[in-house]
């Protein structure tokens, strides 16, 4: 793992944005995978500035969310289709047949996440997935678990992920119990993961996810076996090499 450290957010929100873009421009049909919540807002914001200034293009490019609410209509606000089309989609030259988010609405959802795996094995590996992680250690929405599951799935979110996503929404009642997310094997498989990591209050989970067991109770710290992760942080940790 490369752990890159920056003094504030905007710092790391444009690097991040600039390792998005130097991959497109350097591959203009690059797979993306995207995430959601308030860690990418800014560097998503950074990407629109780039493309808005005619210095990138998404117009060849692919991307592929990780995770979706199960139930959430996509017109409501904080679904994860309309959170990408608010802060990124819309303002880009990407095709919408060319995005793609689970969908969390199909009647039969086992048959959804076969058929999202089917698409990410046809047209993947994903060329940079971006990850963020949530207090207890997931990604995507893999949770803290005996076991994880490698292909995308429907999942139960803990109590800890829904209070934590509160903010989004009026009520704790109104956050979903349940998502679609990718598996740890599909997120495994990306050629390259940059892992952003923002405020004091990760810091504990960063540091045991880079320098603690790897362990299923920790869902990120299985990244430390994946040959190609970038973590870009403002959180004061060090990555203690063995
Ligand atoms: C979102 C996702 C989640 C979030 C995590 C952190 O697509 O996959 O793993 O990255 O819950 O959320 P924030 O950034 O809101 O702290």
Redesign the pocket.
């Known amino acids: 793992m490369i752990l890159h450290k920056f003094k504030n957010q905007s710092d790391l929100d444009r690097a991040a944005a600039d390792l998005i873009i130097s991959m497109v421009r350097s591959k203009p049909n690059a797979i993306l995978g995207m ?5 990418p807002i800014g560097l998503y914001k950074e990407i629109v500035k780039t493309y808005q200034a005619g210095l990138v293009s998404f117009a060849h490019a692919k991307t592929f ?3 979706e609410y199960v139930g959430l209509p996509i017109t409501h606000q904080e679904s ?1 289709r309309n959170f990408m089309q608010r802060n990124l989609f819309d303002h880009i030259d990407i095709k919408r047949e060319n995005t793609h988010v689970p969908d969390g609405n199909a009647a039969d959802v086992d048959a959804e996440c076969r058929n999202y795996d089917k698409m990410m094995f046809e047209q993947g590996p994903v060329d940079l997935q971006l ?4 207090g207890n250690g ?4 893999n949770e803290p678990d005996e076991h994880l599951s490698r292909g995308t799935y429907k999942v139960t979110l803990k109590q800890e ?1 829904r209070e ?2 509160k903010r989004f929404f009026n009520h704790i009642d109104e956050v979903p119990t349940h998502a679609v997310t990718m598996g740890m094997g599909t997120i495994m498989q990306a050629r390259a993961i940059l892992l952003v990591v923002k405020g004091a209050e990760k810091a504990e989970i960063l540091d045991r996810t880079l320098n603690g067991p790897i362990t299923t109770q920790v869902p990120a710290s299985l990244l430390q076996t994946h040959p190609r992760v970038i973590v870009m942080t403002d959180c004061d940790v060090d990555y203690k090499v063995s």
């Open positions: 995430a959601t919540g308030g860690t969310n990780l995770d994860y990850l963020g992680i949530g997931h990604i995507g929405f992920t934590a996503n």
